[in-house]
């Protein structure tokens, strides 16, 4: 037995909690998975899980090892990192999980630029606005948007997003323009149901409020509720990185431009506290570097008083 390839397989089936999903990540046997962990056992002299049929936990002995296995992965993975930096040649295969919308649209380009620059290495882009565990799916990198990170999270901040609310001329003179976020509750407007779809924040006089919505429609899709905003059906308050070319062709017009929605961060999130392998910091740096400028599709929101 390899004692670093057992280690490397008992450090992931600690942290997924499942032989069959660290099985169907290494493309292997689930029986391939419980052999090594069962001789690292073997070898140890001491059981590192507990196997019911419902569910894996670690013994005390277990835990305790599962530590010490991290920092000796995390150093191997320094000196090998160390000897790729000393010759600037970021290689290897990248797995980064990323919003629909955003990715589509504005990450595209950038990572279509890092592959022709970068051509060692390869990339899986996994298009997913929900949040995934980095660890279980064997990501190595996750863009994620919003106003705060979740507690525990590795991140690095490398952007931001400006929201503004929008509806269709149609939809405005058949219904009227709202003038504050409080008249919202009497039109329709469209909930993200990843997000808050019940009510919408807003910031007035320096200090955040909330303010009901309701209405016929929600989505998983900021793209989705756009499209239903053109169609007149209500309104929505969309990214401007969605929202940009709908509000430049008069598609969709801005309402509520005297009260500023929050603004929300956008972070490269790493899979915990470990070391970073070259290529993922090259990439990463790359999307700060393009993201760093007050970007293009803001425009529409500074030209609307939001700053």
């Given amino acids: 037995m390899d004692r670093l390839d057992g280690m490397r397989i ?27 962990v069962a ?38 993975e320094l000196a090998e990192g160390g000897l790729h930096d000393e010759d600037r040649q970021a290689r290897g295969h990248l797995r980064v999980t990323l919003p629909f919308s955003f990715g589509l649209h504005r990450l595209m380009p950038i990572f279509g630029e890092f592959s022709a620059e970068h051509p060692d290495i390869s990339l899986e882009l996994d298009f997913n606005d929900r949040r995934v565990n980095l660890i279980e799916g064997g990501f190595d990198l996750a863009i994620r948007i919003g106003e705060r990170l979740d507690p525990g999270d590795v991140a690095r901040k490398i952007g931001r997003s400006q929201s503004i609310v929008v509806a269709s001329p149609a939809y405005l003179a058949r219904r009227g323009r709202p003038q504050h976020p409080r008249e919202l509750a009497a039109h329709d407007c469209f909930g993200y149901v990843l997000s808050s779809r019940s009510n919408w924040s807003f910031i007035i006089d320096g200090q955040m409020q909330t303010f009901p919505i309701a209405g016929r429609i929600e989505a998983n899709s900021g793209d989705a509720l756009l499209a239903a905003a053109i169609q007149g059906l209500g309104i929505t308050c969309a990214p401007t990185f969605i929202a940009e070319a709908a509000v430049r062709d008069g598609r969709l017009l801005r309402i509520l431009d005297d009260f500023a929605c929050p603004e929300f961060g956008i972070y490269a999130v790493f899979p915990g506290n470990r070391y970073l392998p070259q290529r993922v910091r090259v990439l990463v740096d790359t999307l700060a570097e393009r993201l760093a400028a007050a970007p293009s599709w803001d425009d529409i929101a500074r030209t609307s008083g939001i700053s």
Avoid: D, M, P, W
């Fill in 39 to 76: 001789a690292l056992e073997a070898h140890l002299g001491v059981k590192l899980l507990a196997r019911s049929t419902r569910r894996l936990s670690l013994t005390s002995a277990g835990a305790s090892y599962l530590e010490k296995c991290r920092e000796i992965l995390t150093l191997l």
């Fill in 10 to 36: 008992f450090v992931q089936v600690a942290e997924a909690g499942s032989f069959a999903g660290v099985a169907q990540r290494l493309n292997v046997a689930r029986s391939v998975v419980t052999r090594q």
